[in-house]
């Protein structure tokens, strides 16, 4: 009965969700659930390549397979980071690997001080725009023709989210302001 147990919890472990930094050998696996999962073209092994010498991908991976992706982009004269893409492998869906990388996504942009996380999502794409929703995530506007993003030329809307500080930012902010008030007085 023990061993079972141990060999139910070992497999269960070697299947636990991982997220790590993209790393330049993942650039084909990654471009291919881009073109599979998004049916998009967007960022190909070119663009990826850049995006993960920037450390600008995360991946996760179930059981050391690359369940999926996100890459995020950074508009610093905003204070705004930008979701460019978020895809799971069909075989991943519904065990909450997207939600894991979202959730991922926006600590990352709150880590680096940024107040808002922008994406753009089809607009037939409603389980996505649901958990967008249910994320915090609010609708923008449409936008009628995206061909230079996706290959049909779907309409998308684009989704933002205030980001919430982190108790560091916070912290460190209130700090600045407590030293600016000492030099003043």
Request: net charge positive.
């Amino acid at each position: 009965m023990a061993s079972r147990y141990l060999l139910e919890r070992r497999m269960e472990q070697s299947r636990a969700l991982v997220l790590r930094p993209g790393l330049v050998g993942d650039t084909d696996a990654i471009a291919e659930i881009d073109m599979a999962e998004l049916r998009a073209e967007k960022l190909g092994p070119g663009k990826l390549a850049g995006f993960i010498r920037n450390e600008n991908v995360i991946v996760a991976e179930v059981g050391g397979e690359i369940a999926g992706f996100c890459v995020l982009l950074y508009r610093p004269e905003r204070l705004m980071a930008v979701l460019e893409a978020i895809a799971v492998l069909v075989n991943f869906a519904r065990q909450g690997v997207g939600r894991t990388l979202l959730e991922a996504a926006e600590r990352e942009a709150t880590n680096r001080g940024y107040r808002s996380l922008q994406l753009h999502v089809r607009a037939d794409n409603k389980r996505a725009i649901d958990i967008y929703r249910r994320s915090g995530f609010r609708r923008l506007w449409r936008i009628r023709r995206k061909p230079e993003i996706y290959l049909d030329e779907i309409v998308a809307i684009r989704m933002r989210k205030r980001l919430r500080p982190s108790d560091k930012q916070l912290t460190d902010t209130l700090s600045a302001f407590m030293r600016l008030l000492r030099l003043r007085s």
